[in-house]
């Protein structure tokens, strides 16, 4: 071994134990000793790297790639720092020159197929990650990425075998086991949910997702040490706002289900609050405008003018409300039925309309005015194929339950001019409530506030007032108190309106062992009740700003 050789792996144990100016004098010493060794330059970026400093990481794996521009190393490490840096475009040329030079580099396919994932090109990442795993059976972290988009497209069983794969080969890759915990959620397991979750806390007690799902979903008492960290964590400065809103959303469940509501109403407060720090308000002047813009468009005119649009199929089933209004309810009674397929919460319909507007600058909302009639039936097969993802043959409907898709309405009237439209509502204080508990993704900058769901409620009800006057499909609405008063009722509504048989099964719903992928995952595996109903007035003297927000009669 030469004296560089040496000061190299010396320079790798000190940055490994955190000592972080010795790692760089010996880093600097083999390059000293070995200035024409890339592996040198190499080593010593990857110590700047170790460290957050990813500027003179980016500047030193360079210089190992003028001293040879083979080196694959030095191309994989620079597209690393320069995508740490926010760099994408250099970071995948690089990326792409280090498997040019080394096709079977799978860190380097993984590295490329996450980069992917953050520029929006799915499909190219689930190849990368499928390279990974093929170039290199034992890398774990490439089978959890492609089990978390596997699970994205709805195939919950084979994410469940791509992340149990993933920690039989690394038991201590906390990501797999917190994927396999989510996917076990979905899948109704609760009980070996919960023990993924002890996985990751026992190796990460500071997992804030992990901790917040373990809480949300435990039915006994906590160990006091995890919620005594849970509630301490809540209020420590040095906990980010983000790890604060997921562990408040969790320990807000976990008082709920106790019926400690003080302490639920406490916790949610912190969570929602933290939330918002991070992800901002909702935008209500933007709102309102693309809302009269809408209706304004969107006319029986327009419709009237466009018959000849889409394709003649009347298998969609467009299940549409506020989210947590009782979508997840509607689908899983549907999804009993032996002619029915739930595809649950599809993506595709809001990702059409983006490509319908062929990259033009345009709002969302125009992706309908855009659309043309050869286009019409493009984008209709490609809806169509993942509506039909997993169906068995002879599903004579097919719901697509995304609650926000009110939105898409005119776009979904003109790929499928004869599917049918569900819209599930739900007093509105319990509706606002149960948003406000839930964990949304950040982009929903509605939910965190209760002034904000009144003002958002109040611009959908305008948008499904204007849809029930215009829309040229037929429209179902579903109250969510009358279903659980009286399921077999709402369920012979439901399948009439679909004109689909009666059957008993749909009754059976929580017996179907389907995946659910929505935070309605639970209620809908037991048979129907009606203790969410009225739910807020247990909140009532806890939240003044609930009913602030909703000073009135709730308007359904």
Not at 429 to 454: C, H, K
Request: aromatic share 8%; glycine share 6%; net charge neutral.
């Amino acid at each position: 071994m030469s004296d560089a050789d040496a000061h190299r792996q010396l320079a790798h144990l000190h940055a490994m134990r955190g000592a972080k100016l010795p790692a760089l004098t010996e880093a600097r010493r083999a390059c000293e000793l070995a200035p024409d060794d890339p592996r040198s330059w190499s080593d010593l970026g990857r110590v700047h790297a170790r460290f957050g400093e990813f500027t003179q990481a980016m500047n030193q794996f360079a210089e190992a790639l003028k001293v040879d521009s083979q080196h694959a190393d030095s191309w994989h490490n620079l597209g690393t720092a320069l995508k740490k840096l926010g760099q994408h475009q250099p970071a995948f040329a690089a990326f792409k020159m280090a498997l040019r030079l080394e096709p079977t580099r799978a860190d380097t396919y993984l590295n490329l197929g996450n980069l992917l994932i953050e520029s929006g090109q799915l499909e190219d990442a689930v190849e990368c990650f499928e390279r990974a795993a093929r170039h290199d059976p034992q890398l774990a972290a490439a089978r959890t990425r492609l089990a978390e988009h596997v699970s994205q497209q709805g195939k919950v069983q084979q994410a469940e075998t791509l992340f149990r794969q993933a920690v039989g080969l690394d038991p201590d890759q906390v990501q797999g086991w917190f994927g396999l915990g989510r996917t076990l959620e979905d899948l109704g397991d609760a009980e070996n949910a919960l023990a993924c979750y002890r996985q990751v806390l026992q190796r990460r007690p500071d997992h804030a997702q992990a901790l917040g799902q373990y809480l949300a979903l435990l039915r006994e008492d906590a160990p006091a040490e995890w919620l005594d960290s849970a509630r301490a964590a809540l209020h420590k400065e040095s906990v980010v706002d983000e790890a604060k809103a997921l562990i408040g959303y969790g320990l807000a469940k976990y008082h709920d289900r106790r019926g400690e509501f003080a302490a639920a109403a406490s916790a949610g407060t912190i969570a929602n609050a933290s939330r918002r720090r991070v992800a901002g308000s909702l935008q209500l002047e933007e709102l309102r405008a693309r809302v009269d813009n809408v209706m304004a468009t969107y006319t029986s005119e327009f419709f009237d003018s466009r018959r000849r649009f889409g394709v003649g199929t009347d298998q969609p089933v467009f299940i549409v409300g506020l989210p947590r209004s009782g979508t997840t309810l509607c689908e899983q009674i549907l999804a009993s039925h032996p002619l029915v397929h739930g595809a649950g919460e599809l993506p595709d319909l809001a990702r059409l309309s983006v490509r319908a507007l062929e990259g033009a600058d345009l709002p969302p909302w125009q992706a309908a005015l855009q659309l043309t009639q050869p286009k019409s039936l493009e984008l209709a097969a490609q809806y169509l194929r993942s509506l039909r993802n997993g169906a068995p043959k002879g599903c004579l409907r097919m719901s697509d339950k995304s609650p926000l898709n009110f939105f898409q309405l005119a776009f979904a009237a003109l790929l499928f001019p004869n599917a049918r439209v569900i819209h599930c509502r739900r007093d509105v204080r319990d509706n606002a409530l149960s948003i406000w508990m839930e964990n949304f993704s950040p982009d929903q900058g509605y939910a965190t506030d209760f002034g904000d769901l009144a003002c958002f409620h109040v611009e959908y009800q305008r948008l499904m007032e204007h849809w029930r006057k215009t829309l040229p499909l037929p429209i179902l609405d579903l109250q969510y108190e009358d279903t659980v008063s009286d399921v077999e009722t709402q369920a012979r509504r439901l399948l009439a309106f679909l004109d689909l048989p009666w059957d008993e099964r749909c009754l059976e719903f929580h017996r179907n062992d389907r995946a659910v992928q929505t935070p309605s995952r639970w209620q809908v595996r037991q048979p129907i009740y009606s203790r969410s109903v009225g739910r807020w007035r247990h909140y009532a003297p806890h939240l003044e700003s609930l009913l602030a927000a909703f000073p009135l009669d709730p308007s359904v």
